[in-house]
């Protein structure tokens, strides 16, 4: 690995970004080397996005800061996308390749953005892609279609895209900054091999690369140095060499080092708040896509919480129980029956009385041009119909009222959805399925992108609902308020139910010492094995 | 009606503009032609004469409202009255017996492009225009390119002879479906699934509703209104012509989107679509008055066509803005990590929504 050497090639000074009166970022000061790839660690919340972002341009207000690069000095805030300018290029988790189109096509996508050439010699552009795979030493065809490739692959070639960039936006000899933003979150950990020698091959040609990633292993396997984020402060800043596994959870869970991070093993026997499992949601066996073997129990009234690291696969779990996305295998037994969840689908849950609420709103949970009578009141229409027609205006009344009764504000049934704010929009989306009674309630990601108070509302009508008697499975990436709403939270990670916490043993440090351990055992479990293979 | 905007000067232009324009032109030919255009005789072929086009429309609604294309509609206005002159003049078949075939084959066609478009997910708008050539092509084949002739009277008394109020009654059969689609679109559960599958597929699916099942019935109520359409289209001559649909496809495209501009803004609408129907005829009638050539038809149509969905895209921008600068500011809190890959502000997200009516149901088309 390539020594960071002669100074920063870029660097972070004092960075404060607030969102209102609270500080996202507090004085964060990082900086990368030449040749260096320096980890970004931190739990969700913890301000890794917010840097990012200061950097790509999209914070431009409340910010200050004193951002160093060679030959220039800035201490604005940056216009969205100038900094490519100045030889930073970003590769994000969706890596923006275009399944459809070719890999070159792909690699000059950004080239043509910004092209004014009349002709493209495709024969030149071939051999200069060759050229560059060979140089990084990759093995990929430029005429294949992009999604006959696999993930790692089409990750390869988002990041030798972004190479390209570094290198016709660079100024003199000055090498770039490649941005990775949980680019790897995706990929099966199997191939991500390849992907590590690339960075490595990047970083070579004295290059800095930022590497954002929630995978500790990995941070440690490919960094040679680590900035811990945690509460928008820098917690460390350290060569990987000098830290262990368990010195970057507790960096990352507690701020310090070196508080003794251990998996919990008490576990304590809850009451369900009904004593019968009459009306309690077992699922088992749930597998498909991250997921393998998962079960998770709800008795009626009581909330669990689901969650895990981004890309560990904790969404997953409400996604296929309500059948917006299908299972590969698992059963899940409520109300004395017991049904295939490989066969489940969206309206086949709510027969069963199980109702969803989607974490990409609006995309999935509203229509923002139709008004807050024709998005809550749908799953109800059956109750205004009579006498061969919808009775309108007896539906506005009912609409108004469940409106208010959810704190939706503005009242206003004839508005259209989509111009209210996120918090109401998802107000709205409960009382839509709230006002129904339902027996099992699903939720995905509930307060994304939704103020403070909002949220608390939303807590409320949640705690409501359970204690109406539904059994609420609460999946989030937000642990503060998994730990805060939950009777019992499960949490995954890779796929697995790392851990069940319990009643008083919950916490944010529970969640995320289950969360990142988890982690840890399945890496020494693959320890284990290449250690069997070696003997 | 449902999505109204306030009861403001502007919201009334807004909802009532294709009205108040189209007032304006009868005048403007009334002053003009003052002895042909305004004339009893005149008004009353232009209600009445429009009842195939109007069906047409009202046909192509439906899957437009469930955010699909169906450009096979004309084609199988023109099979369906073809079906019915061959099996009643050729074959002596019951004309009633003879319509209720035709009715049936329209409904197959629909059921046909439902099940390819949605069962295998291929873009309507590509299938419909493939599907309607072949349809057109079935229609010469078994015409044998010639038009037929001699319907059964009782078929023409129905639909032209009959006169209710000085009008044939095909004016009223229009007035009958602009009722019922109206009706099922405002009134009924099944007509809001319809719009909330148009505006939002994903939506709907994870609301529970059976998206593939609506999007196909749509399909197949398309076909069948389409081959009515047909049916009192023959009714009015007494004849089939195996080209005469081709020639309806443009004006009812251009019906149902300027229809989208007023009465229920922003969305598809039986009543909207009937004003459009007769804005356009008025147009068409009074041109022909002064003596213009033919072509001028198409450039109205066309044009009409064009300027309807630039104008339904407007209004409703603007009408958005307005709206949005009246709500109470609320504070919103940026997300950090773990709400990253969330929505963003709903300003953003409404802006990011494609345009309701034409936009959207370009948008949604490779669903």
């Given at each position: 690995m390539t020594e960071a050497a002669s100074g920063p090639l870029l660097s972070i000074r004092n960075l404060t970004k607030y969102f209102g009166a609270s500080p996202a970022l507090d004085d964060v000061s990082m900086s990368v080397g030449y040749g260096e790839i320096r980890g970004l660690v931190g739990q969700n919340g913890s301000g890794k996005s917010t840097l990012i972002k200061c950097l790509a341009g999209y914070h431009a207000q409340d910010l200050e800061w004193r951002l160093e690069l060679p030959g220039k000095e800035l201490t604005r805030a940056l216009r969205p996308g100038e900094i490519t300018a100045f030889g930073v290029a970003f590769v994000h988790q969706d890596l923006g390749v275009l399944g459809d189109l070719s890999v070159l096509e792909n690699l000059l996508l950004t080239e043509f953005a910004n092209d004014h050439r009349r002709y493209i010699g495709w024969g030149k552009e071939r051999a200069r892609a060759k050229e560059i795979f060979k140089q990084f030493g990759l093995d990929l065809d430029p005429a294949a279609k992009l999604s006959t490739l696999r993930p790692v692959e089409q990750a390869q070639v988002a990041i030798v895209r972004a190479v390209l960039q570094l290198r016709s936006a660079k100024q003199a000899d000055h090498p770039g900054v490649l941005v990775l933003d949980e680019a790897t979150t995706f990929l099966d950990r199997a191939g991500r091999e390849g992907m590590y020698d690339l960075l490595r091959a990047v970083a070579a040609e004295g290059s800095g690369v930022i590497f954002v990633s929630h995978d500790i292993n990995e941070v440690l396997k490919v960094c040679d140095a680590v900035t811990v984020l945690r509460d928008g402060r820098v917690v460390a800043d350290a060569p990987s060499s000098e830290l262990t596994h368990d010195d970057l959870v507790s960096l990352i869970v507690t701020g310090k080092r070196g508080v003794e991070v251990v998996s919990r093993t008490a576990r304590r026997e809850k009451v369900p708040v009904a004593s019968s499992s009459q009306g309690s949601l077992e699922v088992e066996g749930l597998s498909g896509d991250l997921l393998s073997d998962v079960a998770v129990t709800v008795h009626p009234g009581e909330i669990v919480g689901v969650t895990g690291i981004v890309g560990s696969g904790w969404e997953l779990v409400v996604e296929f129980l309500c059948g917006a996305r299908r299972a590969e295998s698992g059963s899940c037994r409520l109300g004395g029956k017991s049904i295939d969840l490989r066969e489940m689908s969206p309206d086949k849950a709510l027969a069963l009385s199980m109702v969803y609420v989607p974490s990409d709103r609006q995309r999935e949970a509203v229509v923002p041009d139709l008004s807050l009578r024709e998005n809550v009141m749908q799953p109800v229409l059956g109750n205004s119909f009579e006498k061969g027609r919808l009775r309108l205006r007896r539906l506005t009344a009912a609409c108004k009222e469940v409106l208010e009764q959810y704190a939706v504000v503005p009242a206003e049934p004839s508005m259209p959805i989509g111009l209210l704010s996120g918090g109401n929009q998802q107000k709205a989306v409960l009382a839509k399925w709230l006002q129904t009674d339902p027996l099992y309630v699903l939720l995905n990601e509930?307060?994304?992108?939704?103020d403070i108070g909002a949220r608390q509302r939303i807590y409320e009508l949640v705690r409501a609902a359970a204690a109406r008697g539904a059994a609420v499975i609460y999946a989030s990436a937000d642990w503060e308020e998994v730990a805060a709403i939950s009777d019992r939270v499960v949490v995954i990670s890779e796929g697995k139910v790392a851990e069940r916490i319990e009643g008083a043993s919950i916490s944010v440090d529970a969640i995320a010492q289950a969360a990142y351990l988890g982690m840890r055992r399945s890496a020494d479990l693959s320890k284990a094995a290449a250690l069997l293979e070696d003997l | 009606m449902s999505g109204a905007p306030r009861r403001t000067h502007e919201g009334f232009v807004r909802r009532y503009g294709v009205i108040i324009v189209w007032v304006v032109v009868i005048i403007v030919f009334s002053l003009l032609r003052p002895k042909t255009f305004p004339t009893a005789s005149n008004f009353e072929t232009l209600l009445a004469s429009q009842a195939p086009l109007g069906i047409l429309s009202l046909a192509l609604l439906i899957p437009l409202s469930a955010g699909d294309y169906d450009l096979s509609v004309a084609s199988v206005l023109t099979l369906s009255g073809m079906i019915v002159a061959i099996l009643n003049v050729?074959?002596?078949?019951?004309v009633w017996l003879a319509a209720l075939v035709a009715v049936l084959v329209g409904a197959a066609i629909g059921l046909l492009n439902g099940i390819i478009c949605v069962g295998a997910g291929i873009d309507p708008f590509i299938v419909t225009l493939g599907m309607g050539t072949v349809v057109n092509g079935v229609t010469l084949w078994i015409s044998n390119s010639t038009p037929v002739s001699g319907i059964s009277q009782s078929l023409v008394n129905m639909v032209v002879v009959h006169r209710i109020g000085g009008l044939s009654v095909e004016f009223f059969y229009l007035m009958i479906a602009a009722a019922v689609i109206w009706y099922l679109f405002e009134f009924t559960p099944a007509g809001r699934r319809i719009l909330v599958v148009g505006r939002g597929r994903e939506v709907a699916r994870l609301s529970g509703m059976r998206v593939k099942r609506i999007r196909i019935l749509a399909f197949v109520a398309a076909g069948f209104v389409g081959a009515l359409a047909g049916v009192v289209y023959v009714g009015t001559s007494g004849s089939a012509d195996p080209t005469a649909g081709t020639t309806l496809l443009l004006p009812a495209f251009a019906a149902v989107f300027l229809g989208s501009t007023t009465i229920s803004p922003g969305r598809f609408n039986a009543w909207g679509t009937m004003v459009a129907v007769y804005f356009l005829t008025t147009g068409i009638s009074g041109l022909a008055l002064l003596g213009v050539q033919t072509f001028v038809q198409q450039l109205f149509y066309g044009g009409a066509l064009v300027i309807a969905v630039l104008l339904s895209g407007i209004t409703r921008r603007s009408k958005r803005h307005k709206d949005a600068s009246q709500l109470p500011t609320e504070p919103q809190q940026p997300g950090d990590a773990g709400t990253s890959n969330g929505s963003g502000t709903p300003g953003q997200a409404v802006a990011s929504q494609s345009p309701p009516s034409g936009g959207s149901v370009l948008g949604t088309g490779g669903e």
């Open positions: 509930p307060t994304q992108g939704v | 050729n074959h002596g078949m019951n």
